[in-house]
């Protein structure tokens, strides 16, 4: 049973701003109303910080709370004061994703374009930066921003071409971001499958990681392999190392639907293994271990699809 921080309060009928100057204070906390005058948050110690920066000013425009640590027993679930966070900052990721969506579209010509688009997804790195501050529950909409921006870097870029055998990737450490979901699960998968049934993989943060010697990144910022136009990474690498002929087209296209959610291909398989590889990304904390469970699925669906040619 979880425990949770709530922030109880009671402010004076006047001035008219005090509460909206308070509401904005709890949203930037990232606290999330449960009920009148009472806002949840996580138990640790920002948190409690927050909570006590945010009594100060209560009780200085002449109004009372208090913040205490409570656990859920009745009437309102963990599971409830989770989802109510969850769709808080999906609210504030919502337009970010609008905005980074919008500048993956058409060619990148001129340096001008190039150093505009480039700073137009910095500032929206930033932004993303101060939601994933306070996304204390891992909103959905947090991976589809991360997926736009990469697609947006990737068009400033303009594509990566390997000029390497796959033989020289076989004594790689493969390095991406923490927290794998459907494209880096399948693409290790991928790795480990058709290169290297012993390679290493490094989980990182997804900004600010520096490469070292013989490591080769893949779906994040800069990397060797990630989103090229419209294709997700596990389709980039497919392509790129040879390997359409030993993976069928029909695998790719239920990955590239799963990560991507443009609904380009429509197979029938798709709703259920994205239903089965979001369970084991719920069920699993741990990257190595999401690979390893999704690993064994994504054999038997090789194994399905080739059979059926």
Same mark, same amino acid.
């Given at each position: ?170 004594? &790689? ?76 087209? &029909? ?59």
């Amino acid at each position: 049973m979880a425990s949770w921080l709530l922030l109880i309060h009671q402010l004076p009928a006047k001035p008219d701003y005090l509460r909206v100057k308070i509401g904005r204070r709890l949203a930037r906390a990232g606290a999330v109303g449960i009920k009148n005058s009472v806002y949840a948050l996580p138990t640790n110690e920002a948190a409690q910080e927050d909570a006590a920066w945010i009594l100060k000013e209560i009780a200085a425009a002449g109004g009372e709370g208090f913040v205490c640590e409570a656990r859920l027993i009745g009437g309102l679930s963990d599971e409830d004061v989770t989802r109510l966070f969850r769709v808080a900052r999906d609210v504030d990721y919502a337009p970010l994703v609008r905005e980074a969506e919008a500048l993956v579209t058409g060619p990148v010509a001129t340096p001008e374009e190039r150093a505009a688009m480039t700073a137009e997804v910095a500032k929206l790195r930033r932004r993303a930066g101060d939601v994933r501050a306070i996304d204390f529950h891992t909103a959905p909409l947090g991976q589809a921003l991360d997926r736009a921006l990469d697609a947006a870097e990737a068009r400033v870029r303009g594509p990566v071409t390997a000029t390497a055998p796959r033989s020289a990737f076989l004594d &790689a450490v493969w390095v991406t971001r923490s927290g794998v979901q459907v494209d880096r699960v399948a693409s290790a998968w991928l790795i480990r499958r058709f290169l290297n049934s012993e390679a290493r993989f490094k989980f990182v943060p997804a900004r600010g990681y520096e490469p070292l010697a013989g490591e080769v990144r893949f779906d994040m910022y800069e990397a060797e392999f990630t989103h090229e136009g419209e294709d997700c990474t596990f389709e980039v690498l497919r392509r790129r190392l040879g390997l359409e002929s030993a993976i069928p087209a &029909a695998m790719a296209e239920i990955i590239h639907d799963i990560d991507v959610k443009d609904g380009k291909f429509g197979r029938p398989e798709t709703a259920g293994v994205g239903l089965v590889l979001a369970a084991i990304a719920t069920e699993h904390a741990s990257d190595e271990e999401r690979i390893t469970r999704a690993s064994a699925i994504l054999d038997d669906l090789l194994g399905h699809l080739g059979e059926r040619g």
